[in-house]
């Protein structure tokens, strides 16, 4: 159990989890490159014992994998996860009342403790720009904070148990923010403190926030979780780090006595600045657009404070194991919360929010003949309709007849769903809906379409395993290669614009329908670059799923509208780059140079083996 970040990083330095960065680092590019090689090298975490600019050390990668994220909670792990799925079935008190006394004592133990007396006294005031000022990519807007965890209360129903802690980007630089007085905060209305800070405009009056950064590792992640109702985030933080939060009000606001730095602020009804670009988790810039500002109270930090931050990028990167994490916590959460559904995979590589794959039940006609997706249709409603998932593009389900299918297998499950879609029967659009604010594939901010892409029954095809003669040789269209079974990628002219795309694809289908049936391939992508797609299945999923808006970039060879549902033989996804979508993050090519320095022999990470 850690009271604090430096003991945690105490203990990962001593079994071997963490190495010391000596050298002097630069926070604009450097420290955020070397996070990134080290991640991709499967290493341990990364101290910087001396960050330019700045006199605080910082930490990165401490949840690099899932062997050390478990290792720092090793003590409080199964007392956690049992707690979380008392919450999720709560007859289960009932059915084992010994074995959940414990339970009990464990959350009461966890409650948050109220300190008197103000601010901490190893605590000093100090300013935003005292900060490590970490850029991440050559595009960035400024400095961003990547693990805050941000506090607010709710205006109705003020205290620590009706507050909402959440995991927000912060901009701390750059843009129209004045200098040490104001910053930006990157969330969505619907969002926990959106929430407060719409009842707060309601009242004419500015929210309260605080931001916590570092601490014990618990509560960085305590800001992520998605916690069963009534379950507060700062019960969970207790819980997890073996120790009570512990906290005291200064001037109004909240702060945490367990973090490293605390920054204090107001945001006031209507405040907004432009925030951004910021490289962001779908391997994309997320691009400038107007949010919150906080006006700045104070800043407070430890004496002899560590800085806490992570990198995000094309994934997957460090967040990746945060997204496993929370998997393995949470437990079943997602067949409590919709009846039916067996398994939800957010695949990792597309980018998570993108793509999910889905196995759930199929009961409602028993006896009928012809098995076809009727029950795994009603659940793809319920998917498409709860919390992140709702942030999803494309959802491939199907219903549990295969005790060996598994999700998380990429090319077995998508292969299984392409081996029995019906294309005339199985494609259901949502056109006209809300996507992923970081996703620009659409058209406009938050705004695109969904696809469900359902398949249950009997196998209907064997999918080609190689590139189909019908592929080869199509005018205006080359380079055809066999991604996996069932799905080729084939390369074309530049995107111009989605009136010319309709003429090219349009051309591309009858010029496929014209050579006869093509069954065995029923996907068909059409990109920029169709060797670089078909190299991995990462690549693949990266480009097809995080480029494409399903209204407006899926094509059919034969389609038709059948009573109103699209139809079609064989389907396209149009996956080139479109100009209204974000540029992907591409490394400087001298700050990676720079940094081999780390890498070399006598530097901090010369035993390192880079991938």
């Known amino acids: 159990m850690y009271r604090n970040l430096k003991e945690c ?7 071997g989890h963490l190495v010391r960065i000596k ?6 590019l450097e420290m955020a490159a070397i996070h990134l090689k080290v991640y991709e090298a499967g290493g341990p975490a990364l101290l910087f014992e001396r960050v330019k600019g700045s006199k605080y050390q910082a930490v990165s990668n401490l949840f690099g994998d899932m062997e050390r994220s478990k290792f720092m909670f090793r003590s409080t792990w199964d007392r956690t996860q049992s707690i979380i799925a008392l919450r999720d079935d709560p007859m289960q008190a009932l059915k084992h009342p010994f074995q959940n006394i414990g339970n009990g004592f464990g959350a009461i133990n966890a409650l948050p403790m109220k300190k008197f007396g103000g601010i901490p006294a190893d605590f000093e005031e100090i300013q935003i720009s005292d900060l490590p000022q970490i850029q991440h990519w ?4 400024g400095a961003f904070v990547t693990l805050p965890q941000v506090y607010s209360e709710d205006p109705d129903k003020p205290g620590l148990m009706n507050s909402n802690l959440g995991m927000y980007r912060i901009q701390i630089s750059g843009n129209e923010y004045t200098p040490n007085q104001e910053i930006g905060l990157h969330y969505q209305i619907h969002r926990g403190i959106g929430v407060h800070q719409a009842k707060a405009n309601k009242k004419g009056e500015p929210l309260k926030v605080s931001i916590f950064v570092g601490g014990p590792p618990a509560h960085t992640l305590s800001a992520i979780m998605p916690l069963p109702e009534g379950l507060s985030e700062m019960l969970f933080a207790g819980l997890l780090s073996g120790r009570r939060f512990r906290y ?4 109004g606001y909240c702060i945490s006595h367990d973090a490293d730095f605390v920054i204090t602020g107001e945001i006031h009804p209507d405040d907004t600045k432009p925030e951004g670009p910021f490289g962001d988790h779908l ?17 407070f930090a430890k004496k002899n404070a560590i800085w806490p931050f992570t990198v995000v990028g094309r994934p997957p990167q460090e967040d990746t194991s945060f997204g496993e994490l929370i998997h393995e916590l949470t437990g079943d959460a997602i067949k409590q919360e919709i009846p039916g559904v067996k398994e939800v995979h957010a695949v990792d590589a597309a980018g998570v929010h993108p793509l999910l794959f889905a196995i759930g039940s199929e009961r409602y006609t028993p006896y009928q003949r012809v098995k076809q997706p009727t029950e795994i249709l009603t659940l793809a409603n319920r998917i498409l ?11 491939f389900i199907t219903a549990e007849e295969n005790r060996l299918l598994d999700t998380h297998d990429i090319v077995g499950f998508m292969t299984y769903i392409l081996e029995r879609m019906n294309l005339r029967r199985d494609i259901h659009f949502y056109t006209n809906t809300t996507i992923d604010t970081l996703d620009y594939s659409g058209t406009g901010l938050n705004s695109g379409s969904k696809v469900v ?9 064997e999918l080609c395993q190689e590139v189909p003669e019908t592929l080869k040789g199509l005018r205006g269209f080359a380079n055809a290669r066999l991604v996996m079974p069932g799905i080729v990628a084939i390369q074309g002219a530049a995107f111009t614009n989605y009136q010319e795309a309709q003429r090219e694809l349009g051309a591309l289908s009858e010029a496929i329908a014209a050579q006869g049936p093509l069954d065995s391939c029923p996907l068909i992508v059409l990109c920029d670059d169709s060797t670089f797609l078909s190299e991995t299945i990462s690549n693949f999923l990266w480009v097809t799923f995080t480029r494409s808006n399903p209204s407006h970039d899926m094509y059919g060879v034969n389609s038709a509208y059948e009573h109103k549902h699209w139809a079609c033989d064989n389907m396209i996804i149009d996956a080139r780059t479109k100009p209204h979508q974000a540029p992907p993050l591409i490394p400087d090519p001298d700050v990676e140079k720079s940094i081999e320095r780390i890498f070399a022999k006598g530097g901090s990470l010369e035993n390192l083996k880079l991938k």
């Open 9 to 15: 990083i105490t203990d990962l330095e001593k079994h």
């Open 23 to 28: 050298e002097e680092v630069d926070p604009y």
């Open 138 to 141: 050559p595009m960035d807007g």
């Open 248 to 251: 005291s009000y200064v001037d």
């Open 283 to 299: 391997g994309y810039y997320s691009l400038t657009h107007p949010f919150p500002v906080m006006k700045i109270h104070k800043v």
């Open 385 to 395: 309709g709860t919390g992140q998932l709702s942030l999803a593009k494309y959802l």
């Open 453 to 461: 892409l359902a398949a249950y029954g009997d196998k209907k095809r």
